[in-house]
């Protein structure tokens, strides 16, 4: 039998060339000692304090309930859990300023990693700059055009972002170069994952240190409130803001919703809804849901947000989609997009594309939600992050003046 | 039952104490009948046992000519099924081992336990899966032990020793070497030293040992020979040349050559 660490019911596990198996090994290692540690965890959230500026605050988005729910039927609050103000503006540097300081005290010379939208991109070479590592990040060419101004970003904090110019030239492929990169230079390179997924112990090496965003929200719902929220949702591409906060809640009576992206809708062929359309396989090292063909061939997916635009899914997401625990909706691009424009203008928050499919099932839930309860919803969503980088498709989609 | 054929092959080449020579093709690049072509070419031209590609969308431990031209056969329908009627097809005129490599995830789309029933029919000896450690594909293996189908481990330069037990525990067939810490086609391993390493594995492994990943040319071959591996594995090199190839007929003739110049390589000529 495999480890069973390694495994969430049936998904997960180490798909991987036997190469990279004991680097993955010696991860999986750190990830029960080291991580643990008083003096790791000391000088992780030490930066999550004074250099992300954690804890992010938790806000209720008044006129923006108000917007959506006129009479507050359905939606009676919605609390923001605000990982936008995350340094870097997103909640990705949670996990890469863990993930190279663990590098950094299993003697990496340097790191690599994959980014869509660019925020783990950036974020894996802001940790580099703190820690005094070089960095490589592959971003696919689509990307590198569409979240231009995170590719300056990486550029101007040292790190060299190399363009994938294979396949759907989006973030599988990136991560598949990433991954051949890895396979070459396994002995001195980490390679910083950037969501919950990838083989074990990824999937919960990362969802261990984006946990932070769950416990922070639940305690600061718990103090502004009283109470526990009626149902929390996160939007999901690989996976990572998600589980970062829905851990915190999986002993508790709460509903937990992941929004997939559903590109130009899932009866096209352009989507990326891994969980809603996929089939079990085998990708980029663990067995999780996957979009797939018949012939087992990786399908390209689409969506508007680079950071969503991924066929495959962290395992643990397919292990919570097949048990029930969680349920996952998509939004479609358009959803996303008209959604973006109402955050901003009611609440004078640029949110992320990725973010935004989270956003656009707000009142779905909270119908949903008031069946259920028998009156008006309290929903807690992870507002994962900021959407300046957005800027420039907004404006093409949305019309000059969006 | 169908894995004697490697155990044939190997046997009988170590009794005249020669060195096999493995060659890989990529199936459906660009077409079945390029592959059958140049499959039965480099059979001619000296080749013990052929690896037969499965193409993948997301092949992670290949080097760009591999990856590209698993690219393109799956654009012209490449795919294990016609993996397996490859072989089918090669085994009607030939008896040397056929060996299925590739990706997991075709196979868990195909039925991992289906897999190895349907391989044996086709005539294929074994399977090597790049992405599946031995800790993973219970399924799988049982029914490839069920089929007398050989799951072929691979033991790469960063594997420790204290793991190989567990890679040993149920191979049959032999065990692939792989001589660089880098993906299919990359250069620069020193081959002599990569040899040595390979040969002390098969001993510890009590199987046939071939050496594969950057081997390309004649000189490359005969040194690792000479460290005492038993089969040396060309698959990038008989890729490119078939990929540079304009026909069919020129695509077989490029593959005929470089595989005899390999075998003279191997055998000291
Ligand atoms: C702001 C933001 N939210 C969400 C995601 C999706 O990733 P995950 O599902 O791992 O949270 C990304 C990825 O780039 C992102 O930048």
């Given at each position: 039998m495999p480890q069973s660490s390694a495994y969430f019911g049936e998904f997960g596990g180490r798909f991987v060339a036997e190469t990279l198996v004991f680097a993955l090994e010696e991860l999986e290692r750190a990830v029960q000692e080291i991580v643990p540690t008083e003096s790791f965890q000391n000088e992780w959230r030490g930066l999550l304090a004074d250099?992300?500026?954690?804890?992010t605050p938790l806000y209720r988005a008044k006129r923006l309930a108000e917007r959506l729910d006129p009479t507050a039927e359905n939606l009676g609050e919605l609390w923001l859990k605000r990982e936008d103000l995350c340094h870097t503006g997103a909640h990705k540097i949670n996990n890469a300023l863990g993930q190279v300081l663990l590098a950094k005290k299993l003697g990496k010379q340097r790191i690599i990693a994959e980014t869509g939208a660019g925020q783990h991109g950036v974020a894996t070479a802001t940790a580099c700059a703190v820690f005094g590592l070089p960095c490589e990040v592959y971003m696919g060419e689509v990307d590198v055009a569409r979240q231009a101004p995170n590719v300056a970003r990486m550029q101007m904090l040292g790190t060299r972002v190399i363009p994938v110019s294979s396949g759907s030239r989006t973030l599988k492929d990136a991560m598949n170069e990433a991954m051949r990169d890895w396979v070459t230079n396994v002995r001195t390179t980490h390679y910083c994952v950037g969501s919950a997924a990838g083989p074990h112990p990824f999937p919960t090496l990362v969802a261990d240190l984006q946990s932070v965003i769950g416990i922070e929200a639940r305690r600061q719902i718990l103090e502004k409130t009283n109470a526990l929220p009626d149902a929390v949702l996160a939007c999901v591409g690989g996976g990572s803001n998600a589980i970062g906060t829905f851990r915190a809640f999986f002993d508790d009576p709460v509903p937990l919703y992941g929004i997939e992206a559903a590109g130009e809708g899932v009866d096209t062929d352009k989507h990326a809804a891994t969980i809603t359309r996929g089939r079990v396989g085998v990708l980029h090292g663990a067995r999780t849901l996957v979009l797939t063909d018949d012939d087992g061939q990786i399908q390209e997916a689409h969506s508007i947000s680079a950071g969503l635009d991924y066929p495959g899914v962290g395992p643990e997401h397919a292990a919570l989609h097949r048990s029930g625990r969680a349920v996952y909706l998509t939004a479609t691009d358009h959803d996303a997009l008209q959604i973006t424009r109402e955050v901003a203008r009611t609440e004078g928050i640029l949110i992320a594309l990725e973010t935004a499919h989270a956003f656009a099932r707000v009142l779905d839930v909270a119908r949903r939600e008031r069946e259920r309860l028998g009156r008006p919803a309290r929903l807690l969503l992870c507002l994962s992050g900021r959407g300046d980088k957005d800027l420039a498709t907004l404006r093409e989609r949305l019309g000059g003046e969006p | 039952m169908s894995g004697g054929r490697i155990e044939q092959t190997f046997g009988a080449l170590k009794t005249r104490n020669k060195t096999a020579l493995v060659v890989y093709l990529t199936v459906g690049e660009p077409s079945l009948a390029d592959t059958l072509a140049c499959a039965r070419a480099a059979l001619e031209a000296g080749a013990d046992v052929l690896e037969l590609g499965m193409p993948f969308s997301d092949p992670t431990a290949d080097g760009p000519v591999i990856a590209a031209a698993s690219y393109r056969a799956i654009q012209r329908g490449g795919s294990l099924k016609m993996a397996l009627a490859c072989a089918s097809e090669l085994r009607k005129s030939s008896a040397a081992p056929l060996v299925l490599m590739g990706y997991y995830n075709p196979v868990v789309a195909f039925g991992e336990t289906a897999l190895p029933g349907a391989a044996a029919q086709a005539g294929v000896d074994g399977l090597l899966i790049v992405d599946l450690p031995p800790e993973e594909g219970a399924p799988l293996r049982e029914a490839a032990k069920a089929a007398g189908v050989a799951m072929i481990p691979l033991v790469a330069p960063t594997t420790r020793p204290e793991r190989e037990p567990k890679l040993f525990a149920e191979a049959r067939g032999f065990v692939y070497y792989v001589t660089v810490t880098g993906v299919t086609g990359a250069k620069g391993a020193p081959l002599g030293e990569a040899g040595k390493t390979a040969r002390a594995v098969g001993d510890r492994a009590g199987l046939p040992v071939v050496a594969g990943f950057g081997v390309r040319t004649p000189a490359d071959a005969s040194a690792l020979s000479r460290t005492g591996v038993d089969g040396v594995v060309v698959g990038t090199e008989v890729v490119r040349v078939m990929t540079e190839a304009t026909d069919t007929e020129a695509r077989a003739r490029a593959v005929f050559e470089l595989v005899s110049g390999l075998r003279r390589g191997l055998d000291g000529g």
């Open positions: 250099y992300v500026g954690r804890p | -």
